[in-house]
């Protein structure tokens, strides 16, 4: 099982240019999560959907768009990307049973110039 | 809103030494309280969690405490080595608006292990 993976690793965009960050899942995980990391703020939620199908905004939708495609596939879309949105963005994903771990993929560190 | 504060943000010990990590939460209804380790560029990982209906969980050198009518949670390392060294995070389950499926994290802790 490869757990979470997320495409790309590494992106630099222009203030204003669009892009979609990828995530898929091979767990068969229900519910899934994007968040993003700046130094000293934690992990803020920005996005997350419950079940294939429904999405539900987080601590911090603004200026970004999910579509949860299937069970597997959750992404995270930048329409106008803006320097403010440069950080570190990590995709989880949790499954249905007694435990409420959550299970992170390996990052994508995006800058905006 | 719910909300997790986390103290310190940065702690230094000697190695052998034990770390304290300490979090506050503000909605009395979570549940659930998990710890996160972040190693350098790496992503996290759950390390220990707890539910309300215990007060100490054990695993080998980790340990966390619940006190849920003070609304706290802590983090115990002891014996640390030199791979402890990393940010750890703690996180509660959120419950407000009916959205039971969130985890509301702390802002974190740098952990140095001094050899």
């Known amino acids: 099982n490869a757990g979470v993976t997320q495409t790309p690793k590494f992106q630099v965009l222009k203030t204003g240019q669009s892009m979609t960050l990828q995530c898929a899942q091979d767990m068969n995980h229900n519910s899934m999560y994007w968040y993003r990391q700046d130094p000293g703020m934690g992990l803020r939620l920005i996005y997350y959907?419950?079940?294939?199908?429904?999405?539900d905004k987080g601590e911090v939708p603004n200026g970004y768009n999910v579509s949860r495609l299937n069970k597997r596939e959750f992404s995270l879309r930048l329409e106008s990307a803006a320097p403010s949105q440069t950080s570190v963005y990590f995709c989880?994903?949790?499954?249905?049973?007694?435990?409420?771990?959550?299970?992170f993929g390996p990052g994508t560190r995006l800058t905006v110039t | 809103g719910e909300n997790v504060e986390q103290h310190p943000s940065t702690l230094s010990v000697q190695e052998g030494d034990s770390a304290v990590i300490k979090c506050t939460y503000s909605d009395s209804a979570s549940n659930y309280f998990p710890w996160y380790k972040q190693e350098l560029g790496k992503r996290p990982q759950l390390i220990i969690d707890i539910r309300s209906n215990v007060g100490e969980k054990k695993d080998q050198r980790i340990a966390v405490t619940l006190n849920k009518t003070a609304k706290h949670f802590s983090l115990h390392i002891t014996e640390t080595q030199p791979e402890d060294s990393a940010v750890y995070f703690c996180?509660?389950?959120?419950?407000?608006?009916?959205?039971?499926?969130?985890?509301?994290f702390g802002t974190g802790t740098l952990l140095a292990v001094q050899p």
């Open positions: 989880a994903s949790r499954g249905e049973t007694v435990t409420y771990e959550q299970y």
């Open positions: 959907s419950a079940s294939e199908g429904t999405t």
């Open positions: 996180a509660a389950r959120a419950f407000s608006g009916g959205a039971t499926n969130k985890l509301i």
